[in-house]
């Protein structure tokens, strides 16, 4: 992402606000297969994140559409389907 915002927040449960930097905090109970969209301060584009499973580790992924996201998703389960 080449203009990172400052603030970010769940776009819909918004409880607190998180530093940009400190994201994944935002994201660490995302489960494999869940995407969250992510709204962003100083007016920037929302985000969308999902979470995979890749090498036994959980991993987020960053994406600027909800497309890139379910793409992901859906990338992601064929893999665990072979």
Do not use: N
């Amino acid at each position: 992402m080449s203009d990172a915002p400052d603030y970010c927040y769940d776009a819909d449960a918004w409880e607190c606000t998180y530093p940009w930097q400190d994201r994944d905090d935002l994201t660490m109970d995302l489960a494999p297969g869940d995407t969250l969209e992510v709204a962003c301060l100083r007016q920037l584009p929302t985000k969308w994140v999902c979470c995979i499973v890749r090498d036994d580790e959980w991993e987020t992924l960053w994406f600027d559409t909800p497309q890139e996201a379910a793409d992901a998703i859906a990338h992601w389960r064929e893999q665990c389907d072979e």
